[in-house]
């Protein structure tokens, strides 16, 4: 037990499990949206944190793989069975995404046990220019969480003073979550072709 939690309180280790705090304090206050999106919000923000200082401050474990996996995985699912529940017609909408990005992460870390962020070079473009680029899996998933935010704002009937701007944010964040979800079929496709 010591040595798990000595594992756990390193500084990457530490900023996943606060994410996580963060998660589940966002979603018990879900019906507040300005709580909610502020806490789900600073979450995500942190979620690059914990890989870039493990990787600066030489402190990457499996543990902290496997724990930053587990938060990315839980909050997605979360956040849209929440959306399921605002949004009751997207229900298969959200539940097909929702497995589509536990499948395609979990077949990708079965395929890499060592790391499942590094990618082959006989993989897609698309994939491998996600792993490869932070930037572009930065933007991709900025998008996509921003598209997410707008629908859970959607569910919970807020008002919005411009649907015109609403509308361009929308295709702005669906252009992100497509590019996303293309990515998940390209990794899960990768991954089950070599096996």
């Known amino acids: 037990m010591t040595s798990v939690l000595k594992k756990l309180s390193n500084v990457p280790n530490t900023i996943t499990l606060f994410r996580c705090v963060l998660y589940a304090l966002g979603f018990i206050c879900w019906q507040i949206p300005q709580y909610f999106i502020s806490l789900y919000t600073v979450a995500a923000a942190l979620d690059g944190l914990d890989g870039y200082f493990a ?19 839980s909050s997605h699912i979360i956040l849209c069975n929440l959306l399921s529940t605002l ?5 298969l909408f959200f539940s097909s995404i929702s497995i589509l990005d536990i499948a395609s992460h979990w077949c990708l870390v079965y395929l890499h046990p060592d790391h499942h962020k590094k ?5 897609p473009t698309l994939l491998r220019s996600y792993y490869t680029y932070f930037f572009v899996m930065d933007i991709c998933i900025f998008l996509e969480e921003c598209g997410f935010m707008l629908l859970y704002l959607h569910g919970m009937n807020v008002e919005f003073k411009s649907n015109i701007l609403l509308n361009i944010f929308l295709c702005i964040a669906g252009m992100g979550w497509c590019t996303k979800t ?12 070599n096996v």
């Not at 990618?119 to 993989?123: A, C, D, F, K, V």
């Not at 990515?183 to 089950?192: A, E, G, P």
Request: net charge positive; with cysteine; proline share 2%.
């Open 55 to 73: 990787r600066k401050l030489n402190q990457c474990t499996r543990i902290g793989q496997m724990l930053d996996m587990i938060v990315d995985r």
């Open 87 to 91: 949004l009751p017609k997207y229900y």
């Open 119 to 123: 990618i082959g070079n006989n993989s």
């Open 182 to 193: 293309i990515i998940n079929v390209q990794q899960l496709t990768y991954s089950l072709e």
